[in-house]
């Protein structure tokens, strides 16, 4: 069975509005148009009667973009986080788990911010819940 992480990994790599980036798991290189799924883990939230779960996976995308005092930078990628935003509200590609757990919803529960900023580049980060049902 695919872990949920490399599920994740390779459901953003499908985001058409993050072609050219470098993806990874649980590390965000320092250059420029990378891109990390950050595991954050699960959480049972109900128990039905046949044994099957409902659970919630907490996660962030982290992105590093150019950063600089130029408002054109910026707001381009401010841009980018909304296009992103979007794109996982569509619901057009939900992650496909594998064998017993099938994807229900995934939905943003805080959107794209600054996290960290120097002179030449910017960490934004999008926490993510991804609702899933796991049956055995």
């Not at 980018?80 to 794109?87: C, G, K, S």
């Not at 757990?101 to 120097?118: F, N, P, T």
Request: overall charge negative; proline content about 3%; charged content about 20%.
């Amino acid at each position: 069975m695919t872990s949920i992480s490399k599920t994740l990994l390779n459901w953003l790599i499908q985001c058409p509005h993050l072609g050219g980036f470098v993806f990874s798991v649980d590390y965000l290189s320092e250059s420029p148009f990378t891109c990390a799924i950050e595991n954050s883990g699960d959480t049972l939230l109900k128990t039905f009667s046949d044994g099957s779960l409902l659970k919630r996976y907490v996660f962030l995308i982290s992105l590093r973009l150019p950063y600089a005092d130029d408002t054109d930078v910026n707001a381009t990628n401010a841009e980018l986080i909304e296009l992103l935003r979007q794109w996982v509200e569509s619901g057009i590609a939900l992650p496909r788990l594998d064998g017993s757990r099938k994807s229900i919803c995934c939905r943003i529960l805080s959107d794209g911010y600054v996290y960290y900023a120097d002179s030449m580049t910017a960490k934004y980060q999008l926490k993510l819940a991804l609702d899933y049902h796991s049956s055995f």
